[in-house]
């Protein structure tokens, strides 16, 4: 059963692709979101809000192109786990 | 990989030439190819209206308009063809033509552009396009992928699969090569652009029968012949769209 850490850790693993790694992990230091080289996150609380967190700001620093790339796959993933989305990725 | 001055036209293989824009802002790159045979030019998906000077700035560098003779379009989309009116006027300026090869289906929207060259229809011509020195250029259909009636070119002399959109990406991350992250930007692509796995998968399975020694998209990165087997499998389970959720 998929959780809100998976669902931001789709989005780190597709950003690492589209954005670059070494961008993806300035975003997620600049958010004081610990992740591990792999982009898997440090154990902790996540949910739909710290997604939305991130999502905006990728959408805000790097506009519609780098949310599309990780909307099809968190979209699925939620679909297919009953997880709420926020609007930005509706 | 060597890392490859993308100011210039860049040789990707004996007279084929990268003839992009690098744009490190824009998370979707355009590709557009030329390739020389003889005193025969082919141009794939040459690019958009904004993109153009730079486009031909490159292309200028590697050969001659008059030259220009077979302009290949994957598809309609402005991304890769709405230049294609500019081209016509500087050829046909200097006493030149090219013929433009695609898809009846596509050949119609196409016009739309305002195009006076004539069209040379892939499916009326037995799917192939044999220049005057005998090399033949093969065209594989790709139906709906993402407009259907897109299709591939496979050179059977460099062996290099032109496949327009299929084996795109989205990158800001780009490099002309693919980078060991290229999996999850072809991915992203695939999700955003093509209908369903079912679809891709039926299209995927006809490179088979191909020994490919380089992949060269419209969109991302080029990818190396070490790649082409592991990036076709990608694409056999890449799920893609399939109804965005509904």
Known sequence: MAT???LIETVIKREFGILGK???MDILSDMKMKVNGEGLLSN????IKELEALVQTLHDKYGAVAVMGCKVAVGRAARDNGLDLPSILK | MKKSDLTKAVEIADGIYWVGFDDPT???RCNPYILNDGDETVFFDPGSVPHFPMVLEKTLQVTTLNKIKHVVVTHQDP??????PRFEELVTGIGGAFDICTHTRASVLIAYYGTISNFYRVDANDWKLTLKSGRTLRFIFAPFLHFPAAFMTYDEKSKILFS?????GLSFDWSLYANEHYAEAMKAWHEN???SNHILRHTINKLDKFEIDMIAPQHGSIIP?????????ILKNCECGEFYFE
């Open chain 2, 79 to 84: 991304d890769l063809c709405s230049a294609i």
């Open chain 2, 193 to 195: 652009y093509m209908p």
């Open chain 2, 164 to 168: 327009g959109d299929i084996f795109g």
């Open chain 1, 44 to 47: 902790g609380a996540y949910t």
């Open chain 1, 22 to 24: 070494e961008r993806m």
């Open chain 2, 225 to 233: 012949k070490k790649d082409v087997k592991n990036y076709i499998e």
């Open chain 1, 4 to 6: 809100y850490k998976d």
């Open chain 2, 26 to 28: 824009a998370g979707f």
